[in-house]
T-cell receptor, first 114, second 106 residues
Framework: NAGVTQTPKFQVLKTGQSMTLQCAQD?????MYWYRQDPGMGLRLIYYSASEGTTDKGEVPNGYNVSRLNKREFSLRLESAAPSQTSVYFC?????????????FGDGTRLSIL | KNEVEQSPQNLTAQEGEFITINCSYSVGISALHWLQQHPGGGIVSLFMLSSGKKKHGRLIATINIQEKHSSLHITASHPRDSAVYICAVNTGKLIFGQGTTLQVKP
């Protein structure tokens, strides 16, 4: 039972490079989220997808784009990476957009931008 | 001032000790979550509560809505409890605390 799977687990980029972080869940959840986690700060929401076919900005969307490819997959793209985007990125999912239910997290992607 | 404050930021305990981690918030909420992040980085949901108290094994979570405060207690702590514990409040969106890093020494 995989739950939420993120790839890659680690990545090093140069400033200006682009890359896509992948996230897939096998729990038939409708809602999916992308967070970033920085030292000394709580998790911050980048984008979310309440259901297949919809995406919305979270607290810190600048510099990112997302795609809800299908019900299972929600990808996060950095078009032109900047050192300020060095962070640990987490994908999460919930059965519905209602937040009074546990979130299921992936193991994270550690991204360094030089 | 952060809307969600956790204390302490860091905590070291000896195996077997009773541990309390606190979470205070300044906004109206409909529920509060406690999460655990292991050294490997994965995050697991421990509790979600909107009133009273919940217990799972050696973990107990309480919330006082009037005082805007929640506590996570660990009884008979064990080195495998070493992790970062995060509280998050639901205000219509989730606001996360900075986390409390717990180390339990054998």
């Amino acid at each position: 039972n995989a739950g939420v799977t993120q790839t890659p687990k680690f990545q090093v980029l140069k400033t200006g490079q682009s890359m896509t972080l992948q996230c897939a869940q096998d729990m038939n959840h409708n809602s999916m989220y992308w967070y970033r986690q920085d030292p000394g700060m709580g998790l911050r929401l980048i984008y979310y997808s309440a259901s297949e076919g919809t995406t919305d900005k979270g607290e810190v969307p600048n510099g990112y784009n997302v795609s809800r490819l299908n019900k299972r997959e929600f990808s996060l793209r950095l078009e032109s990476a900047a050192p300020s985007q060095t962070s640990v990125y987490f994908c999460a999912s919930t059965p519905t957009r209602v937040l009074n239910q546990p979130q299921h997290f992936g193991d994270g992607t550690r991204l360094s931008i030089l | 001032k952060n809307e969600v404050e956790q204390s302490p930021q860091n905590l070291t305990a000896q195996e077997g000790e009773f541990i309390t981690i606190n979470c205070s918030y300044s906004v109206g909420i409909s529920a509060l979550h406690w999460l655990q992040q292991h050294p490997g980085g994965g995050i697991v949901s421990l509790f979600m509560l909107s009133s009273g108290k919940k217990k799972h094994g050696r973990l107990i979570a309480t919330i006082n809505i009037q005082e805007k405060h929640s506590s996570l207690h660990i009884t008979a702590s064990h080195p495998r409890d070493s992790a970062v514990y995060i509280c998050a409040v639901n205000t219509g969106k989730l606001i996360f605390g900075q986390g409390t890093t717990l180390q339990v020494k054998p």
